[in-house]
């Protein structure tokens, strides 16, 4: 436990040190060094934004030719480049579709988004699916053919099902634990490759 705790103090004075928001910062880090998912002059849109690391990070890889939108229910209070814009407001109250006639399509959806916990797992639980399931229905609404999705999720009984679903709509779909994630917590990131827009028309069409 006391391993895991110094590790974790790391990469907190790192992302200090580094000028980053949070320490979270690491795990995007990670995961685009792993994946390639962030390529300059990109449009990015990043679900639960605050407090503002993964902004930071996404920005310096897209570069000033990219354009990032983030989302959240506060505005980071850090300094964000002139090409990140943030929309304030619950992921499970706004339209994507409005967003898309606000913004246009994305090629990377990123979402770290966590629920305020309660000490109920199963409340935790729920509320946790609800906002992965919201960040696959948004990138459903607003990604570009062959975007990709990076989604966290803990795991729970509806995660299998889930990551079905997302698999449905990508060519290609991996789960990730990126070593700034404590290995205690339940949390695993979903990486998406490939964005198939055929899947939507095909459930338009089955749903008449």
Same mark, same amino acid.
């Given at each position: 436990?006391? /391993?895991?705790?110094?590790?974790?103090? /790391?990469?907190? /004075?790192?992302?200090?040190?580094?000028?980053?928001?949070?320490?979270?910062?690491?795990?995007?880090?990670?995961?685009?060094?792993?994946?390639?998912?962030?390529?300059?002059?990109?449009?990015?849109?990043?679900?639960?934004?605050?407090?503002?690391?993964?902004?930071?990070?996404?920005?310096?890889?897209?570069?000033?030719?990219?354009?990032?939108?983030?989302?959240?229910?506060?505005?980071?209070?850090?300094?964000?480049?002139?090409?990140?814009?943030?929309?304030?407001?619950?992921?499970?109250?706004?339209?994507?579709?409005?967003?898309?006639?606000?913004?246009?399509?994305?090629?990377?959806?990123?979402?770290?988004?966590?629920?305020?916990?309660?000490?109920?797992?199963?409340?935790?639980?729920?509320?946790?699916?609800?906002?992965?399931?919201?960040?696959?229905?948004?990138?459903?609404?607003?990604?570009?053919?062959?975007?990709?999705?990076?989604?966290?999720?803990?795991?729970?009984?509806?995660?299998?099902?889930?990551?079905?679903?997302?698999?449905?709509?990508?060519?290609?779909?991996?789960?990730?634990?990126?070593?700034?994630?404590?290995?205690?917590?339940?949390?695993?990131?979903?990486?998406?490759?490939?964005?198939?827009?055929?899947?939507?028309?095909?459930?338009?069409?089955?749903?008449?």
């Amino acid at each position: 436990m006391g /391993h895991q705790r110094r590790e974790q103090d /790391h990469y907190g /004075h790192r992302a200090k040190k580094e000028k980053y928001a949070a320490r979270s910062v690491y795990k995007l880090s990670e995961i685009n060094d792993r994946f390639k998912i962030l390529q300059p002059g990109q449009r990015v849109l990043d679900l639960g934004c605050y407090p503002g690391s993964w902004l930071q990070f996404a920005s310096e890889v897209v570069g000033k030719r990219g354009v990032l939108t983030g989302v959240d229910l506060q505005t980071p209070k850090i300094e964000l480049p002139h090409q990140v814009r943030v929309i304030v407001g619950d992921v499970l109250e706004l339209s994507p579709k409005e967003i898309l006639l606000e913004i246009g399509p994305v090629d990377v959806v990123l979402s770290d988004m966590a629920p305020s916990t309660s000490g109920v797992r199963i409340v935790d639980q729920l509320r946790a699916h609800l906002l992965s399931q919201a960040a696959w229905f948004w990138s459903k609404a607003l990604l570009a053919e062959d975007g990709c999705l990076v989604v966290k999720i803990f795991q729970g009984p509806d995660t299998p099902e889930l990551i079905k679903e997302i698999r449905t709509g990508f060519k290609k779909v991996r789960t990730f634990k990126p070593k700034g994630s404590r290995k205690e917590s339940m949390e695993t990131y979903v990486i998406a490759q490939g964005r198939t827009p055929e899947a939507d028309e095909d459930e338009e069409e089955m749903g008449g």
